[in-house]
């Protein structure tokens, strides 16, 4: 490993997995969600996904963003790794149809900032090619 990653890719990785999820679940009726083999498969390992990279977000981050779910993204990560044989479609079905859209209203403004600050670093640092 090279070290820790950008915290902004921690954060593209959790906004598109939950976008992932929204878009296989577009249109689809709650008590149907998991019942598609691929469109399950899809969700809980965009699921994982998610809450590994909100693991990962740096503590500094987290704490200054508090009215972002970070807990409950890691614990249903953990719940879906650990304990799948205990997954209950009907409270998947509400994670995806309700907490989903919420996080990424939440992630979306902090995504953009981040990769402002990252931008700016960059033009400091000019381009590879002034390297």
């Known amino acids: 490993m090279c070290g820790r990653r950008e915290p902004l890719l921690y954060i593209n990785d959790m906004v598109e997995a939950a976008e992932r999820i ?10 149907r969600i998991m019942r598609d083999a691929n469109r399950s498969d899809i969700i809980l390992w965009r699921l994982t996904v998610l809450g590994e990279a909100a693991k990962n977000v740096p503590a500094e981050v987290r704490t200054a963003h508090p009215g972002i779910a970070w807990h409950e993204a890691a614990r249903l990560r953990d719940r879906v790794v ?20 919420q996080l990424l209203t939440a992630l979306r ?23």
């Open 82 to 101: 650990h304990h799948y044989e205990g997954i209950d479609a009907a409270q998947i079905a509400a994670v995806v149809c309700t907490d989903l859209p």
């Open 109 to 131: 403004p902090l995504q953009a900032k981040l990769l402002g600050e990252w931008q700016v670093r960059q033009d400091r640092l000019g381009g590879v090619a002034d390297w």
């Open 22 to 31: 929204v878009d296989v679940c577009e249109g689809v009726p709650d008590d």
